[in-house]
């Protein structure tokens, strides 16, 4: 995860109006022995470099991006310590700028429309939410739930509104950078009220969804800093929390950070983000949410509690039976492979989540993490040609997380 001096950036930010990477390389490193691991963990944690994937399986690659001036030390660390490396990408801010390329010569899409060939902004998402709104009025319901720092509108849709049915409660978009989580989100809202075939998913089921969660994030991703990853509060040296360390279930515990420069800082107090304590109010208002699933990404993970700790919950075979049947079904359509897990175990205790929140406190006993599809080389930086692929063949999980739900309301 991205440890960088984040003051420096906003400062770059103000100057030049957009966070350059320009001279940044990214690696990738292979450990292979337990020392390797440790060298690794210890690169990580000293908030330096930019780990693009977690240190947790010996043999397993890692990427991680680096600044001009540390690239030295860098490879030497590496090489003092004989661990093998290849450099992914030469020149980060190259790849960036072809994703902008891309993204300005994207078709205009109508007002109110979307498509699944580009990454759509917070005034394109809003539009469209808006307009399902206007079409289909006894199907879905359009409500905003917040105001973010910055001033922006948070809307949520419901998607069925029978009393007694059970509730699938999805978000996407708490970490900036990882822009094919609200695309998935809005693949999902599509799906479910414009495409008949799939009428029948919002018959026995409600469906709320909050396809960006961190607006002011999101849009600051795209116009100053792709990398940028946290909420946009205003901190004493640094701006940002990391909203997904922010909820009020064992706050303040492994895997945060109290330093607010820190990708994973934890906030001054659990709910301090206005986005997240809006999401609170929605899970008190709601009743029956038997599932809930936090869209993010990268690193095909289907990822379940506890995540505060190396602990199983009491239904842990249950989670992972389920994630079993989810990472099976987008399996089926182009042979993608998801690992299913306890997310402690599988990558790091990260306390204050959404997805433990939703289990201790919001009353979800089925309560997910979906790492989505990275752009192999880019990372987070997913192209859009692959955004369609995704969205298509993730949707197959849902269906499958659909139909559990419906088999359990049975028995």
């Given at each position: 995860?991205?440890?960088?001096?984040?003051?420096?950036?906003?400062?770059?930010?103000?100057?030049?109006?957009?966070?350059?990477?320009?001279?940044?390389?990214?690696?990738?490193?292979?450990?292979?022995?337990e020392?390797?691991?440790e060298?690794?963990?210890?690169?990580?944690?000293?908030?330096?470099y930019?780990?693009?994937?977690?240190?947790?399986?010996?043999?397993?690659?890692?990427?991680i991006?680096?600044?001009?001036?540390?690239?030295?030390?860098?490879?030497n660390?590496l090489?003092?310590?004989?661990?093998?490396?290849?450099?992914?990408?030469?020149?980060?801010?190259?790849?960036?700028?072809?994703?902008?390329?891309?993204?300005?010569?994207?078709?205009?899409?109508?007002?109110?429309?979307?498509n699944?060939?580009?990454?759509?902004?917070?005034?394109?998402?809003?539009?469209?939410?808006?307009?399902l709104?206007e079409?289909?009025?006894?199907?879905?319901?359009?409500?905003?739930?917040?105001?973010?720092?910055?001033?922006?509108?948070?809307?949520?849709?419901?998607?069925?509104?029978?009393?007694?049915?059970?509730?699938?409660?999805?978000?996407?978009?708490?970490?900036?950078?990882?822009?094919?989580?609200?695309?998935?989100a809005l693949?999902?809202?599509?799906?479910?009220?414009?495409?008949?075939?799939?009428?029948?998913?919002?018959?026995?089921?409600?469906?709320?969804?909050?396809?960006?969660?961190?607006?002011?994030?999101?849009?600051?991703?795209?116009?100053?800093?792709?990398?940028?990853?946290?909420?946009?509060?205003?901190?004493?040296?640094?701006?940002?929390?990391?909203?997904?360390?922010?909820?009020?279930?064992?706050?303040?515990?492994?895997?945060?950070?109290?330093?607010?420069?820190s990708?994973?800082y934890?906030?001054?107090?659990?709910?301090?983000?206005?986005?997240?304590?809006?999401?609170r109010?929605?899970?008190?208002?709601?009743?029956?949410?038997?599932?809930?699933?936090?869209?993010?990404?990268?690193?095909?993970?289907?990822?379940?509690?506890?995540g505060?700790?190396?602990?199983?919950?009491?239904?842990?075979?249950?989670?992972?039976?389920?994630?079993?049947?989810?990472?099976?079904?987008?399996?089926?359509?182009?042979?993608?492979?998801?690992?299913?897990?306890?997310?402690?175990?599988?990558?790091?205790?990260?306390?204050?989540?959404?997805?433990?929140?939703?289990?201790?406190?919001?009353?979800?006993?089925?309560?997910?993490?979906?790492?989505?599809?990275?752009?192999?080389?880019?990372?987070?930086?997913?192209?859009?040609?692959?955004?369609?692929?995704?969205?298509?063949?993730t949707?197959q999980?849902?269906?499958?997380?659909?139909?559990?739900?419906?088999?359990?309301?049975?028995?």
């Amino acid at each position: 995860m991205k440890i960088l001096v984040l003051l420096t950036l906003s400062i770059t930010a103000v100057l030049s109006g957009r966070v350059s990477y320009d001279g940044y390389k990214v690696y990738q490193v292979a450990p292979v022995t337990e020392q390797d691991g440790e060298i690794l963990k210890s690169l990580k944690e000293s908030g330096q470099y930019d780990f693009w994937s977690n240190v947790k399986f010996l043999g397993q690659k890692v990427s991680i991006m680096v600044k001009p001036e540390l690239q030295a030390n860098f490879t030497n660390i590496l090489n003092l310590n004989n661990l093998d490396y290849t450099v992914l990408i030469e020149n980060a801010e190259n790849v960036f700028q072809q994703e902008r390329e891309k993204q300005s010569r994207a078709p205009k899409v109508e007002k109110g429309r979307i498509n699944f060939t580009q990454y759509h902004r917070y005034e394109a998402i809003e539009a469209y939410l808006a307009r399902l709104a206007e079409e289909y009025p006894d199907k879905v319901i359009v409500r905003p739930f917040g105001v973010s720092y910055e001033g922006r509108i948070m809307s949520y849709i419901r998607i069925g509104n029978n009393e007694g049915n059970p509730t699938i409660l999805m978000d996407a978009g708490i970490h900036a950078r990882e822009w094919i989580a609200p695309a998935f989100a809005l693949y999902i809202i599509q799906q479910l009220v414009e495409n008949p075939d799939y009428a029948y998913l919002s018959e026995k089921v409600n469906w709320v969804i909050i396809p960006l969660l961190n607006p002011d994030g999101y849009e600051y991703s795209h116009d100053v800093d792709r990398m940028w990853r946290k909420t946009r509060s205003a901190g004493v040296q640094c701006y940002g929390v990391d909203g997904n360390r922010n909820f009020g279930f064992m706050w303040g515990g492994l895997g945060t950070s109290d330093n607010e420069c820190s990708e994973i800082y934890r906030g001054p107090y659990a709910f301090s983000e206005v986005e997240i304590a809006a999401f609170r109010d929605i899970v008190y208002s709601l009743e029956n949410v038997d599932f809930y699933m936090a869209l993010h990404s990268f690193g095909n993970w289907v990822l379940y509690p506890w995540g505060y700790d190396f602990l199983l919950t009491d239904n842990n075979d249950e989670l992972h039976y389920l994630g079993e049947r989810i990472a099976n079904a987008i399996a089926q359509l182009f042979g993608t492979y998801y690992v299913v897990g306890n997310s402690a175990f599988l990558l790091y205790p990260a306390a204050g989540a959404s997805d433990d929140w939703m289990k201790a406190v919001g009353g979800a006993d089925l309560s997910y993490t979906l790492e989505l599809p990275g752009g192999g080389s880019q990372g987070f930086d997913l192209p859009p040609e692959r955004i369609e692929n995704v969205v298509i063949e993730t949707w197959q999980g849902i269906i499958a997380a659909y139909e559990y739900i419906l088999e359990i309301q049975k028995n």
